[in-house]
């Protein structure tokens, strides 16, 4: 049971939190530098990109199983849709009201 596997159990955990490295590093009595270097080393990923990616595929499953984006935008981190919109056309190049559309992608 390392660190790193209990870091990513904490962030699976809290997705629909809002996480901060500050949050995580108290956690875990580690700096926030080496909370981020140690990360990093046993995924290959920053805590960010990790974090925005869990959401997006969160998302993306839940828009598959017929939610609708105005209700999954909190459960999956964010604060408001539009912010989450955004998010989602961008990494997914259109947005979340698609999803639906493009189930055969």
């Keep these: 049971n390392t660190l790193e ?3 990513l159990r904490y962030i699976n955990a809290h997705l ?3 996480i901060s490295l500050e949050k995580m590093a ?3 009595f580690i700096s926030r530098a080496q909370l981020c270097r140690r990360f990093k080393k046993a995924t290959g990923t920053s805590i960010g990109t990790y974090i925005s990616t869990k959401r997006m ?3 993306k ?3 598959l199983d017929g939610k609708k984006p105005t209700e999954i935008y909190a459960a999956c981190g964010y604060a408001d849709y539009s ?3 955004r998010a989602y056309s961008k990494y997914y190049g259109h947005c979340p009201k ?3 559309k493009n189930k055969e992608k």
Excluded: I
Aim: charged share 20%.
């Design 98 to 100: 698609e999803e639906g």
């Design 61 to 63: 499953a839940m828009l």
């Design 26 to 28: 108290q956690f875990y």
């Design 57 to 59: 595929l969160t998302a």
């Design 5 to 7: 596997s209990r870091m």
């Design 16 to 18: 629909g939190e809002n």
């Design 83 to 85: 912010t989450f919109y």
